[in-house]
Nanobody
Framework: QVQLVESGGGSAQAGRSLRLSCSAS????????TGWYRQTPEKQRELVATITSTGKTMYADSVKGRFTISRDGAKNTVSQQMNSLKHEDTAVYYC?????????WGQGTQVTVSS
């Protein structure tokens, strides 16, 4: 079992920045990739960014150049720096970890961007 706890959500004005963190605990060995997804009442949960255990990253087109995902192996933490926030970035952000065939989710953290 892997437990994921997100932190760092909140409110910001458009154009400002927020940073999310995801702390993993439990049986964290063999985690293949960790990522951030987001969901609004109007949309299905969508991929925002992912990072593999080797450091390879992938971003949704909507956040490329604005968001940066990173990992700290020593702290078992994955962070997402979100710059130049837009109103459409408003969502609940979820941390996701894949360990072999298993997928784990955090409880989610709200990000609200006011225009």
């Amino acid at each position: 079992q892997v437990q994921l706890v997100e932190s760092g959500g909140g409110s910001a004005q458009a154009g400002r920045s927020l940073r999310l963190s995801c702390s993993a605990s439990g049986s964290i060995f063999s985690i293949i990739a960790t990522g951030w997804y987001r969901q609004t009442p109007e949309k299905q949960r969508e991929l925002v960014a992912t990072i593999t255990s080797t450091g390879k990253t992938m971003y949704a087109d909507s956040v490329k150049g604005r968001f940066t995902i990173s990992r700290d192996g020593a702290k078992n933490t994955v962070s997402q720096q979100m710059n130049s926030l837009k109103h459409e970035d408003t969502a609940v952000y979820y941390c996701r970890a894949q360990q072999r065939e298993y997928v784990y989710w955090g409880q989610g953290t709200q990000v609200t961007v006011s225009s």
